[in-house]
């Protein structure tokens, strides 16, 4: 989620940046709801100082003996204007975090503009790209002619965008992941965590997975289906102070588009797959894999 502050101080500014991402702001709407907002807050901190003075008003009252009914009745009635101003300005703040969290992230000003995918631009390139004196396919085509990838029993167990994996295939996609969690464990001074894999919205919404993926999401019955503020996950940096992080989901490696890659690349013309060295440690040694 966006910094508030921009939203609340620079939204023309936000508006303009958006434009480049197709994102349409309402800054009408947001200034509408910033100056509502003002003027609960201080109208919520005027009713609590007063009724606080009243309350000791009240106090003193009693201690001397004197009446405090006016005063009581008083206060009586700050209370429920007071309830009536939180509510409102809950409702407010609410409503500003709702749009607040519909925003995508601002790109940063190198990020070239265009309209898609022909207008990106190559940033950098590492190593030489494989070449193949045959025509090659694609994974999913190698995945089943290997005998080993599976879309339609995966639609079976859990509907659409699934696949079963099975016999070398399936430990390739397990040794990705150990590759990563070793290499980063053991180079990069990451912790290896093992969490729950199901989750709460508000982490969904933490993580900004939800609203925007939320046509996406498997949901549990009477369940409640990465970007650092709204988690408040923040780090210290070498001077000491408080930042927020910067986070992406899939962050070590996104394993299934690894696995993607690593077919698509690897793949000979007599339809096998060589496994890369630094995996055939997590592949009991295996050069290549062969149609089972």
Same mark, same amino acid.
């Given at each position: 989620?966006?910094?508030?502050?921009?939203?609340? =101080?620079?939204?023309?500014?936000?508006?303009?940046?958006? =434009? !480049? *991402?197709?994102?349409?702001?309402?800054?009408?709407?947001?200034? +509408?709801?910033?100056?509502?907002? &003002?003027?609960?807050?201080?109208?919520?901190?005027?009713?609590?100082?007063? *009724?606080?003075?009243?309350?000791?008003?009240?106090?003193?009252?009693?201690?001397?003996?004197? /009446?405090?009914?006016?005063?009581?009745?008083?206060? =009586?009635?700050?209370?429920?204007?007071?309830?009536?101003?939180?509510?409102? @300005?809950?409702?407010?703040?609410?409503?500003?975090?709702?749009?607040?969290?519909?925003?995508?992230?601002?790109?940063? /000003? +190198?990020?070239?503009?265009?309209?898609?995918?022909?207008?990106?631009?190559?940033?950098?390139?590492?190593?030489?790209?494989? *070449? =193949?004196?045959? !025509?090659?396919? /694609?994974?999913?085509?190698?995945?089943?002619?290997?005998?080993?990838?599976?879309? &339609?029993?995966?639609?079976?167990?859990?509907?659409?965008?699934?696949?079963?994996?099975?016999? %070398? @295939?399936? *430990?390739?996609? $397990?040794?990705?992941?150990?590759?990563?969690?070793? @290499?980063? !464990?053991?180079?990069?001074?990451?912790?290896?965590?093992? +969490?729950?894999?199901?989750?709460?919205?508000?982490?969904?919404?933490?993580?900004?997975?939800?609203? &925007?993926?939320?046509?996406?999401?498997?949901?549990?019955?009477?369940?409640?289906?990465?970007?650092?503020?709204?988690?408040?996950?923040?780090? $210290?940096?070498?001077?000491?102070?408080?930042?927020?992080?910067?986070?992406?989901?899939?962050?070590?490696?996104?394993?299934?588009?690894?696995?993607? %890659?690593?077919?698509?690349?690897?793949?000979?013309?007599?339809? +096998?797959?060589?496994?890369? /060295?630094?995996?055939?440690?997590?592949?009991?040694?295996?050069?290549?894999?062969?149609?089972?």
């Amino acid at each position: 989620m966006l910094d508030p502050q921009l939203l609340r =101080k620079k939204p023309e500014d936000t508006a303009r940046i958006l =434009k !480049t *991402r197709n994102c349409d702001l309402d800054v009408a709407r947001l200034q +509408t709801l910033e100056e509502r907002r &003002k003027a609960l807050q201080v109208r919520t901190e005027q009713l609590r100082n007063l *009724r606080n003075t009243r309350s000791k008003a009240i106090g003193a009252a009693k201690a001397a003996g004197g /009446d405090a009914d006016a005063l009581m009745a008083e206060v =009586k009635e700050l209370g429920g204007e007071l309830e009536q101003c939180e509510s409102r @300005l809950n409702g407010v703040r609410e409503e500003f975090t709702a749009i607040a969290r519909q925003i995508p992230n601002l790109p940063h /000003d +190198t990020v070239p503009r265009g309209t898609d995918e022909s207008d990106n631009r190559e940033e950098r390139r590492w190593g030489e790209a494989a *070449r =193949k004196d045959f !025509t090659p396919v /694609d994974h999913a085509a190698l995945g089943a002619a290997l005998g080993m990838m599976d879309p &339609k029993a995966a639609a079976a167990l859990a509907g659409a965008r699934f696949v079963v994996l099975s016999g %070398a @295939l399936a *430990r390739l996609h $397990r040794a990705l992941a150990h590759f990563m969690l070793d @290499l980063h !464990t053991g180079e990069h001074g990451y912790t290896e965590v093992m +969490t729950p894999f199901i989750v709460n919205s508000d982490t969904l919404y933490g993580t900004g997975q939800l609203p &925007k993926f939320a046509d996406d999401q498997f949901q549990l019955a009477g369940e409640r289906g990465f970007q650092a503020r709204r988690m408040r996950a923040r780090w $210290r940096n070498p001077d000491g102070g408080p930042e927020y992080l910067h986070t992406l989901n899939g962050s070590g490696v996104a394993v299934g588009r690894a696995l993607v %890659a690593v077919m698509e690349n690897f793949q000979n013309a007599d339809g +096998t797959v060589t496994i890369p /060295d630094v995996l055939r440690p997590h592949m009991n040694g295996e050069e290549r894999i062969k149609p089972g």
